[in-house]
């Protein structure tokens, strides 16, 4: 059975940092490019970071460029998503899936979310 669990999210002061862990059972990560998304409430679910299955390149939503870092350890089967100096904007349920796009079918998998709350 393929899973994915988020894990890390929780509440934070506006400027802190958290960093989420996305584990796969069932299935290699290392096979997939990696996609971090959001939602926010009463707003679309959004793409914040992507990893490429080689680890060769990384891209950020521009909301998030120079704040949030994705990575990824295979030997683990898990990939992270490093947020610092976080703000308001920031609070949403966050994802991780198996590809970077949201279109019809794709990604195959998904996490169950992780709730993260930036608030004073």
């Known amino acids: 059975q393929v899973q994915l669990v988020e894990s890390g999210g929780g509440l934070v002061q506006p400027g802190g940092s958290l960093r989420l862990s996305c584990t796969a059972s069932?299935?290699?990560?290392?096979?997939?490019?990696i996609g971090w998304f959001r939602q926010a409430p009463r707003k679309a679910r959004e793409g914040v970071a992507c990893?490429?299955?080689?680890?060769?390149?990384?891209n950020y939503a521009d909301s998030v460029k120079g704040r949030f870092t994705i990575s990824r350890d295979n030997a683990k089967n898990t990939v992270y998503l490093q947020m610092n100096n976080l703000t308001p904007e920031d609070t949403a349920v966050y994802y991780c899936?198996?590809?970077?796009?949201?279109?019809?079918?794709?990604?195959?998998?998904w996490g169950q979310g992780t709730q993260v709350t930036v608030s004073s």
């Open positions: 899936a198996t590809d970077c796009v949201e279109i019809a079918g794709s990604p195959p998998y």
């Open positions: 069932g299935l290699t990560l290392d096979t997939y490019d």
């Open positions: 990893i490429a299955r080689s680890n060769t390149w990384t």
